[in-house]
């Protein structure tokens, strides 16, 4: 099993900054991918940005350029990195880890508003 816990939301100005972090607990080893997701009010689940094991990364056409997702391994957490904020990009962020068959662990996210 892997437990994840995400930290760092908030309330940040437009043109802003937030890092997320993810912290893992558990059988980390077996984690194939892990991906961040947001979710805004009355909006479907969007995929943001991924990053395989071996380091390859992959980020949504919205967030390109100003989201950077990372992973420190001896801290066993991925991060988030949000810069050039933009009040559409106020959600809740989740990380999602996958052990190669879909994003089977999740955590509880946590909240970024983004004010004009």
């Known amino acids: 099993q892997v437990r994840l816990a995400e930290s760092g939301g908030g309330l940040v100005q437009a043109g802003g900054s937030l890092r997320l972090s993810c912290a893992a607990d558990g059988i980390i080893e077996n984690i194939s991918l892990m991906g961040w997701y947001r979710q805004a009010p009355g909006k479907q689940r969007e995929l943001v940005a991924t990053r395989a094991r071996g380091g390859t990364t992959g980020y949504a056409d919205s967030v390109k350029g100003r989201f950077t997702i990372s992973r420190d391994g001896a801290k066993n957490t991925w991060y988030l990195q949000m810069d050039s904020l933009k009040p559409e990009d106020a959600a809740v962020y989740y990380c999602?880890?996958?052990?190669?068959?879909?994003?089977?662990?999740w955590g509880q996210g946590t909240q970024v508003t983004v004010s004009p």
């Open positions: 999602a880890a996958s052990r190669g068959m879909g994003y089977e662990f």
